[in-house]
């Protein structure tokens, strides 16, 4: 009989590097919020892959960058946090942009870290091959990776030899969850995050990180199917013109495809209602943070 393996991943990186696109794509579902815009993932989260007799838990980390703010530094700490006793620590890097100072201070920062390390070198599809060979030396002068990968998230070029070699590197021991488990999320965080996806992606620019959605209540109805309730916080009267949209059509929108995403991953029927509230300074509530699953940091 194969003995179980079972360890933790920590997915560190620049704010879009692919992280939250690799953890899916390992998991084999969504578990991780995805958009064109930079630090769209604000809290850690586990994302549970299974390889064989390996469980491999996937901490899905927010974009490591320099913190201006305090919702900024709590994402920052999380990142960091999200890192701590992990058996593997993944840099991610895109590879079609360029190495800069961030990279640089980022590979500096875990250099002497006792982590074994890996260098994945991510959006293969797109980059040129010379530049990225030489991402990787240059990286490698920096930090003495274990290994370095050559893939693509999207497309899963080199995923599924990266997923084997990750499982073996698991140490043996039971695993942590059941294996029909995904992610450490509640419903409540996962329907607020599919939520947040959609304004990230349906107002792109227009709503830049002003927002935050909020699960007020959450149940089962006889029927089988689910009630969500949601607040979406902005901090100004225009915010939250930009939110509903002429005659309330774009608030319809995301309503409707945050509801079918929702009712897919939940599996059952769901009543989506949302309300948007003008909240000045919601970034320095501390209920917030907890709501959204980040430290408050001073």
């Known amino acids: 009989m194969t003995e179980q393996r079972c360890g933790l991943v920590a997915v560190v990186g620049a704010p879009n590097a692919g992280k939250s696109t690799l953890v899916n794509a390992l998991v084999g579902q969504k578990v991780a919020i995805v958009s064109p815009k930079a630090q769209t993932t604000r809290a850690k989260l586990l994302g549970v892959a299974i390889e064989g007799e390996a469980q491999i838990l996937l901490v899905d980390t927010p974009g490591i960058f320099e913190p201006k703010r305090r919702l900024d530094r709590a994402m920052v700490a999380a990142a960091w946090e999200g890192a701590e006793g992990a058996d593997i620590l993944a840099l991610v890097v895109d590879g079609k942009g360029g190495i800069g100072p961030k990279i640089h201070a980022i590979a500096e920062s875990i250099a002497h870290r006792p982590e074994p390390k890996h260098l994945i070198l991510n959006k293969v599809d797109i980059a040129d091959k010379a530049r990225l060979l030489t991402h990787a030396e240059k990286l490698n002068e920096v930090v003495k990776f274990d290994e370095t990968w050559f893939i693509s998230a999207q497309t899963g070029d080199g995923l599924p030899q990266l997923k084997t070699r990750l499982a073996s590197l698991m140490p043996e021991g039971p695993w942590h969850y059941p294996e029909d488990q995904v992610s450490d999320a509640t419903e ?39 009630e969500i309730h949601q607040q979406i916080l902005v901090e100004r009267p225009t915010q939250r013109a930009i939110v509903l949209g002429k005659n309330g059509v774009r608030i319809k929108e995301i309503g409707a ?42």
């Not at 948007?276 to 943070?289: A, F, I, M, N, T």
Request: proline share 2%; glycine share 4%.
């Open 257 to 298: 495809r945050s509801r079918a995403q929702l009712s897919e991953l939940l599996g059952q029927k769901v009543h989506l209602y949302l309300h948007v509230k003008v909240k000045p300074g919601w970034d320095e509530d501390r209920s917030v943070y907890k709501d959204i699953g980040l430290d408050w940091v001073d």
């Open 188 to 226: 409540r965080a996962l329907a607020a995050e599919v939520t947040r996806e959609q304004l990230y992606l349906q107002l792109h620019a227009e709503l830049p990180y002003a927002s935050a959605v909020e699960t007020e209540a959450y149940k089962e109805r006889e029927d089988g199917s689910v």
